[in-house]
């Protein structure tokens, strides 16, 4: 698709920096936005360069690097090349291209998690307003279909007009308005997307959008009308395999091949179903005159999931024979009593403890005879609404423009899940451990696809939650333009309030009569109850098993037949007051900022800004948490309400100086910050006793003393712009953060029972620096025909240490920063055609620290962390223009079939592979 070939354009010209002139106020007039309105070439921004004019991805390409290169702050663009054609399928998907952008694969096999830089505190805003999705405080990017933006502005430096609330920094999503279309215009879309994976082999996915716009010249001045929808559901399916905890086969009761490390147990999954997102947005716009603009616009982006999992899990050490491979890396671990990891080891300093060290070799694969077996299935019906509405205008009084932006914003997310485990003792398992993490077991006989014998196992867990967050906020700012070295200077001023609520039922029996005891068969439900789950390649080359059929878990009827047989009320539990949690947060800001510009020579000359940021929080967050004896049953609550008020300055300075023949240079200087989220301010504790005893009692909890992060965030870059479109540029970057948060695990002892509780914390102090080079270059010099062809890439490189004394992370990369990752692309557009094949690789990564996990590791290795291995994956796009207002087009991703695979602490402690899917999708576009 041209959508392809857009995205790795658009994210080359994004390497070093661009100030897009949305200030503070949201529906400030966009530049490129209205370039791309006002005309459908646009000239080559080159100095003292005849206009030569360019269309397509060559043109989108050009206006990318225009934002990039007329901007005071580093800033990159991601833009249309048409009305509905971003550079990608989705919108996470464009932002991987753009450089120091890192993502990750979710769950349904969408590109998710975009982090900047690795950092993934970044603020949302969409039209120049905060977004978010649920209580959280960053968006889902991909709950906005691509379909519907005109673009996607990346900041890496930060300036005053700008939201504050993200120390990575923000994300602007563009769309379309109005009085950006001269004339009646009629644009859309239909696509057909086939994934490859188990489970969707004969499913085809639609997505379809559709465009609707006019201007009318009145006598009252223009009037602009704008209305766009979009639809798609995607059908998918995404297996995984791990091993599970590695554990002391001294402590398995079958052993006969002691004195190794090994996992207890295989576990698979593949996580299957269906999702759908509709969006709806539309732009009134009405300018009475030149210098007169008042709009109301708004957006619904919405999601249904019905999302499955089957989780068969088997307990090697159950076994009455289990029989290890030894390796031959033979090393100290700290073993408790279990067989299981330990801190508390016994010596003169602590006579007392339960654990000692043990030379333990590897185990490189084992057989286990006569063990334990389930499968937990899991049906997840979830959805998410967002609705923003807006209305403000925009006014000149001859140098001096004055914007106000009221807006409204809501954002509903429920989920309800149900579980219930099956299980029974299987002959055998045969399990490989595999440095390259290709994860496989076999069953001999797939004893999991015969129904007989089969039994409840652990209990039945049912989460049902809803989470709400609005905001109300009013933004004003006034700009007075100069005509000297004083450039202008523009001030403005933000009240918002945001409201958020949490409720949550957690919980469920333990199975009826105890795991193993009670026979599925005797249970009175449907014939039919048992359904095919989808196969895992890893797990007996991909064969099916059975499950409870998960589409009846989401049936109230049958929900209340399990409740009855686990022995408690069939009724719809109601929310626990415990789990829950509401917050009132009010910020206020205001801003002042001058801009300045002069020459040095004829050809030299420096412009920039300088200015500061005064914002304050006053924030109050209640909730609760509950302390369970297991034994007596008996509880207790402890309420907690904390109420938080900061105050912080922050500001910024940036410089660029141009050398004339293309070659510029900038530097930016700022502050900035990020709120933690009201989830991780949740005074609140739950925890969940386990039913499973290769499984730690865990829980969670928030933390209301979590201070926000800062940090001191300093760029500069060197850019040289020649030819048609073309560049190259390098950019260095510095942060000094102050307070990151980090999510880790800490031991807890309630009512004589240990817990793993997941909580987050101030790390203290790091750093992160780093150097991007990118660089675009259209081949004009070719023999005609090759003269479509175009080179593009970027690469970054990563240095991430947290500096906190005394932290057990010290020393080490923060979490979720990988060293470096890169982007190659080859394109062409000629003759009506247009291709794009672009690769995108991220280096080794840690994203979770497990140090109090359950998990053997060397004493040599004094934390412990979850790895994610480097990974690289290949897309390609091809359009051809039928005519001049449709297009067909071919797309496909991650088409050598990349995986994502863990590790524990270092490579060769295998944990899980994820199969990542491979896509081609067929489509059509027309514009009128």
């Not at 030569?52 to 901007?71: D, F, P």
């Not at 379909?147 to 563009?174: F, H, P, Q, T």
């Not at 005879?369 to 299935?377: D, F, H, K, P, S």
């Amino acid at each position: 698709m041209k959508v392809w070939l857009r995205a790795s354009v658009a994210m080359i010209a994004l390497a070093g920096g661009a100030h897009a002139a949305i200030a503070q106020t949201a529906a400030a007039p966009d530049p490129v936005a209205n370039q791309q309105a006002d005309s459908p070439t646009a000239a080559d921004p080159q100095d003292g360069a005849s206009e030569i004019v360019v269309t397509g991805i060559r043109q989108s390409l050009a206006r990318a690097a225009e934002i990039k290169r007329e901007s005071t702050a580093v800033v990159d663009s991601i833009v249309a090349e048409d009305i509905g054609k971003l550079p990608d399928l989705t919108t996470a998907s464009a932002l991987q291209r753009v450089p120091g952008v890192q993502v990750v694969v979710g769950g349904n096999n969408e590109i998710v998690g975009a982090r900047i830089r690795g950092l993934d505190d970044i603020v949302t805003t969409l039209n120049g307003r905060e977004i978010f999705t649920g209580v959280g405080r960053g968006f889902a990017f991909q709950d906005l279909p691509a379909e519907a933006l005109a673009g996607v502005d990346v900041y890496k430096s930060n300036s005053a007009e700008r939201i504050e609330g993200g120390v990575a920094g923000g994300v602007n999503l563009r769309l379309r308005r109005a009085l950006d279309f001269k004339e009646l215009t009629l644009s859309g879309s239909a696509r057909a997307t086939y994934l490859q994976e188990a489970g969707s082999k004969n499913t085809i996915n639609p997505a379809v959008s559709l465009l609707a716009a006019n201007r009318w010249s009145t006598g009252i001045g223009d009037i602009a009308a704008m209305a766009s929808l979009s639809y798609q559901r995607n059908e998918y399916a995404r297996p995984i395999a791990w091993n599970d905890w590695t554990r002391s086969t001294n402590a398995a009761p079958g052993s006969t091949t002691p004195n190794l490390q090994s996992p207890t147990g295989f576990a698979a999954a593949t996580e299957f179903g269906h999702y759908e997102r509709p969006q709806a947005n539309f732009s009134v716009e009405w300018a009475p005159d030149t210098s007169t603009k008042i709009y109301v616009e708004g957006l619904y982006a919405g999601y249904r999931g019905n999302v499955f999992q089957a989780r068969p899990t088997f307990r090697g050490f159950t076994a009455t024979s289990f029989q290890a491979q030894a390796g031959d890396t033979c090393e100290d671990f700290a073993v408790g009593p279990d067989g299981y990891y330990t801190s508390n080891l016994r010596g003169p300093a602590n006579p007392t403890g339960t654990g000692t060290i043990q030379r333990l070799c590897n185990a490189t694969g084992y057989t286990a005879r006569n063990l334990e077996y389930y499968t937990a299935t899991v049906a997840n019906k979830a959805s998410t609404d967002i609705y923003v509405m807006a209305t403000g205008f925009n006014k000149e009084f001859g140098a001096l423009t004055w914007n106000t932006d009221f807006s409204y914003e809501s954002s509903t997310s429920r989920n309800n899940s149900f579980r219930v485990d099956i299980g029974k003792r299987i002959p055998e398992l045969i399990q490989v451990r595999d440095v390259d993490h290709e994860v496989q077991a076999t069953m001999p006989g797939n004893p999991m696809n015969d129904p007989a014998g089969l039994t409840f196992v652990n209990g039945m867990t049912e989460d049902i939650n809803r989470s709400r967050g609005t905001l109300w906020s009013v933004m004003s700012d006034m700009k007075y333009d100069f005509d000297g070295v004083l450039d202008y200077i523009q001030g403005g001023v933000r009240v918002a309030r945001r409201k958020a609520d949490f409720e949550q039922y957690l919980g469920g029996p333990p199975a009826p009569g105890g795991s193993f005891v009670t026979p599925l068969a005797t249970a009175g439900l449907p014939a039919d109850i048992l359904a095919q789950a989808p196969g895992v390649p890893q797990m007996n080359e991909g064969a099916s098993f059975l499950q409870i059929d998960p589409e009846y878990l989401l049936k109230e009827s049958i929900k209340r037949q399990f409740r009855t047989l686990y022995r408690i009320s069939p009724d719809t539990p109601a929310f626990d007051p415990t789990r829950d949690y509401d917050a009132q947060e009010k910020a206020y800001a205001g801003f002042l900022q001058a801009g300045y510009a002069f020459g040095l020579s004829d050809t030299i000359s420096v412009d920039g800004m300088v200015g500061a940021r005064l914002t304050r929080t006053d924030r109050t967050i209640a909730g609760a948490g509950r302390v369970t004896d297991p034994v007596t049953s008996t509880s207790r609550v402890v309420l907690v309400n904390r109420s938080t008020s900061d105050t912080d300055l922050l500001p910024n300075a940036s410089a660029r100086i141009k050398f004339g023949g293309g070659l510029q240079a900038r530097f930016n200087y700022s502050k900035t910050l990020s709120r933690p989220s009201f989830g991780q301010l949740n005074p609140g504790l739950s925890y969940v006793v386990s039913y499973v005893n290769t499984i730690q009692n865990s829980g969670s909890g928030g933390n209301p003393d979590l201070k926000p992060q800062k940090a001191d965030s300093y760029d500069a870059s060197l850019e040289y712009y020649f030819g048609r479109s073309n560049y190259v540029s390098a950019v260095a970057f510095y942060r000094d953060i102050k307070d990151r948060v980090i999510t880790g695990t800490e031991v807890r002892t309630i009512d004589s029972l240990q817990y793993v509780i997941s909580t987050p914390r101030n790390l203290g102090s790091a750093k992160i620096k780093g150097i991007e080079v990118g660089g675009q270059l259209f081949l004009d010099f070719l023999p005609e025909g090759l003269d479509g062809a175009g080179l593009i890439g970027n690469f970054t490189i990563i240095d991430s240490e947290v500096t906190t004394p005394g932290d057990r992370l010290q020393g080490l990369p923060l979490l979720g920063v990988s060293k470096y990752n890169f982007n190659a692309g080859l394109i062409y557009e000629k003759y009506g055609v247009s291709a794009r094949a672009i690769y995108t690789y991220r280096s080794q990564y840690f994203d979770a620290d497990i140090t109090n996990g359950l998990s053997l590791r060397p004493v040599s290795i004094p934390v412990g962390l979850n790895g994610i291995r480097a990974a690289g994956r290949l897309d390609f796009g091809l359009n051809y223009d039928l005519t001049s207002n449709i297009t067909v087009s071919l797309a496909g991703t991650n088409v050598t079939g990349q995986r994502t695979r863990n590790f524990e602490s270092r490579e060769d402690f295998v944990r899980e592979v994820r199969n990542d899917d491979t896509t081609y999708s067929l489509g059509v576009r027309f514009n009128f």
